[in-house]
């Protein structure tokens, strides 16, 4: 049972707007900002947001997050196939002195 | 280029010990947190361990604290996960992760990854 909720499935067609949400608490992402991770098959995962919305170098701008309250949200406009991954939501949790990661969802592009 | 490889990997039995060396290249090693992060076979990823810039303070995640302590060595570059009384549930694929900055930052760079099996 994973701190952070995400949905584990989420699927798109090539070309349209997926959104994969995280839910947590007051002690994590109420309090601190969010990360998002993609990890491909048989790779190392990969940061793929930081702070809420910031996009690292080279990350297309494709790729959104938001956070309100307890709760983030990751979108991906524009889905091409390329995109079939694993995305796990972080944060840092202060009541634990800790991370913590939603179980991740599995994004299939029909 | 930043680059982080992990070694140490293996098959040991139930309550044996391992250690996971991470060794880092391509940044000012001294400057950034350290992070170890697994993930079980099929599983989603679990954070490990971190230890801050100057090796003064760790953190554990309560599913290893008093059984693995993480370490850095600055004239090595090398960050280590020493895994003592080893379960079956910490089968996993450990990752070594560098910060953007202090401790609460993102993790940046992933190494490829170690796998631990532990079995009898």
């Known amino acids: 049972q994973s701190v952070l909720t995400q949905p584990p499935s989420a699927s798109g067609t090539p070309g349209q707007r997926v959104t994969i949400s995280c839910s947590g608490s007051s002690s994590n992402i109420g309090s601190d900002t969010v990360n998002w991770y993609q990890q491909l098959p048989g790779t190392a995962p990969k940061l793929l947001i930081y702070?809420?919305?910031q996009r690292p170098s080279g990350v297309p701008d494709r790729f959104s997050g938001s956070r309100s309250g307890t709760s983030a949200s990751l979108a991906i406009t524009g889905l091409q196939s390329e995109d079939e991954a694993d995305y796990y939501c972080a944060a840092w949790c202060d009541s634990l002195r800790g991370w913590v990661f939603g179980g991740g969802t599995k994004l299939t592009v029909l | 280029e930043v680059q982080l490889v992990e070694s140490g990997g293996g098959l040991v039995q139930p309550g044996g010990s391992l250690r996971l060396s991470c060794a880092a290249s391509?940044?000012?090693?001294?400057?950034?947190?350290m992070n170890w992060v697994r993930q079980a076979p099929g599983k989603g990823l679990e954070w490990v361990s971190g230890?801050?810039?100057?090796?003064?303070?760790?953190y554990y995640a309560d599913s290893v604290k008093g059984r693995f302590t993480v370490s850095r060595d600055y004239s090595k570059n090398t960050l280590f996960l020493q895994m003592n009384s080893l379960r079956a549930e910490d089968t996993a694929v450990y990752y070594c992760?560098?910060?953007?900055?202090?401790?609460?930052?993102?993790?940046?760079?992933w190494g490829q990854g170690a796998l631990v099996t532990v079995s009898s």
């Open positions: 702070n809420n919305n």
């Open positions: 230890i801050n810039a100057d090796g003064s303070v760790t």
């Open positions: 391509g940044f000012t090693f001294s400057s950034y947190a």
């Open positions: 992760a560098k910060t953007r900055q202090y401790t609460g930052s993102p993790f940046d760079y």
